[in-house]
Structures are given as structure tokens and as C-alpha cells.
């Protein structure tokens, strides 16, 4: 069946770094933008970043720019994001999601991975 | 960015109510809406797209309608299993932003 699944969440220092994955299964892979969503604990969602199905847009919500990047292989089925620099309002649960019929829509969501930043 | 406004943020209600939640966007977005339920620790899940059509699986009590920048969402017949916090969100133009949520629960 169609999945996402993310990993890579962790507890991390302000400032560091950190790269999360998402592999993707039953769908043709790069066919698809893919996108980025996060939720901070108790908060509603927060769109990160966006890649399209070749890689060859990318876009990021004003909050991560400069700090976050998305990237994908589309031979391995993943979709990555890159956290530097991270802050302690970077701390959520962080979905992957796959476009809907609309590029800027989702229909398919990953079980998300915390990540907590936090000294 | 496009502020999407939705109301109320939390209401209670009996099973077998009618629940409705309203979501108005601060410029035109023609149709460009989802709904989504989404319940504790756990993924969002796309209900409505395009304002007013139901995604495939979806039970037949929920149902949307546009009236230009405003939006509703509508449960016909509160069920136990609908407890949860629901989310609007437009695709008209970048970045894609959500509704502050709505969260149900059983009186």
C-alpha cells in the first residue's frame, strides 16, 4: 500500500544539525512532489518545505530558510531535509506528505518523527 | 502568506449532532481547500479536497461547501470515532497554510 515513513528524529543542541529521511512505497515515486509539515507540541501544523517530482523546485516556509534544505533520490524512493542551525522553535513532530491532486495539497501523510532541540 | 481563519477552536458536542466548522481565507482561493481530521498521535488524514469533494473512504457525513472565501466543514451525525482536531488548509498560492484547528469533543 501507499506509505511514507520518516526517521532520523532526535534530541539535539541549539545550533546543531540534524538530516531526516522519508522512504516512500507504493507509489511511483517521481511522480510526486513531496513536502515537509511539522507540529510543534499542543500547536497546530506548519507547512516546512516543498520538492517537486524531478528536483528541480524547491521551496521553504520564511521560518526554515537558509537553515533547512530538501532533496530526494528518486532511485531510492526518499525524500530528505537537511536542520542546521537548529533552534528550539524547530522542536515538533515533522511530517512527510505526499502532493494530492494539487502540488500544494496532501493526501498522503508519514507517521512523523520528533525531533526536540534542547540543551 | 494567506491567513485561513477557523472557527471555533474547540466545541462539544452529543453524538448524533450536527457539528459544523468554518474557515475564511484573507484573499480569494478559489476552491484550493482541504479538510483534514487529524486524532491524538497520529498523522493528519485528508477528508475533503477542492472544498467540497470527498476523498475516497471517507464516510458520507462529512461534507464541505465553498461560499466564495468562506468555507464549512460539516459532521451530519456526530460519532464517537470522530473525536479529533480538524484542520483547513489552501493549496492556492505559496506557502500552502492551515486553519488553527478545531478541536471535537463528545459532551
Known amino acids: 500500500q501507499v506509505q511514507l515513513v520518516e526517521s532520523g528524529g532526535d534530541v539535539v543542541q541549539p545550533g546543531r544539525s540534524l538530516r531526516l529521511s522519508c522512504a516512500a512505497s507504493?507509489?511511483?515515486?517521481?511522480?510526486?512532489?513531496l513536502h515537509w509539515v511539522r507540529q510543534a507540541p499542543g500547536k497546530g501544523l506548519e507547512w516546512v518545505a516543498v520538492?517537486?517530482?524531478?528536483?528541480?523546485?524547491?521551496y521553504y516556509a520564511d521560518s526554515v530558510k537558509g537553515r533547512f534544505t530538501i532533496s530526494r533520490d528518486n532511485s531510492k524512493n526518499t525524500v530528505s531535509l537537511q536542520m542546521n542551525g537548529l533552534r528550539g522553535e524547530d522542536t515538533a513532530v515533522y511530517y512527510c506528505?505526499?502532493?494530492?491532486?494539487?502540488?500544494?495539497?496532501?493526501?498522503?501523510w508519514g507517521q512523523g518523527t520528533m525531533v526536540t532541540v534542547s540543551s | 502568506d494567506i491567513q485561513m481563519t477557523q472557527s471555533p477552536s474547540s466545541l462539544s458536542a452529543s453524538v448524533g449532532d450536527r457539528v459544523t466548522i468554518t474557515c475564511q481565507a484573507s484573499?480569494?482561493?478559489?476552491?484550493?481547500l482541504n479538510w483534514y481530521q487529524q486524532k491524538p498521535g497520529k498523522a493528519p488524514k485528508l477528508l475533503i479536497y477542492?472544498?467540497?469533494n470527498l476523498e475516497t473512504g471517507v464516510p458520507s457525513r462529512f461534507s464541505g461547501i465553498r461560499s466564495g472565501t468562506d468555507f464549512t466543514f460539516t459532521i451530519s451525525s456526530l460519532q464517537p470515532e470522530d473525536i479529533a482536531t480538524y484542520y483547513c488548509?489552501?493549496?492556492?498560492?505559496?506557502?500552502?497554510?492551515f486553519g488553527g484547528g478545531t478541536k471535537v469533543q463528545i459532551k
Open positions: 477542492d472544498a467540497s
Open positions: 506528505a505526499r502532493q494530492g491532486r494539487q502540488w500544494l495539497a496532501f493526501n498522503i
Open positions: 488548509q489552501q493549496y492556492n498560492n505559496l506557502p500552502p497554510t
Open positions: 484573499q480569494d482561493i478559489d476552491k484550493h
Open positions: 520538492i517537486s517530482n524531478d528536483g528541480s523546485e524547491k
Open positions: 507504493g507509489f511511483t515515486f517521481s511522480l510526486y512532489g
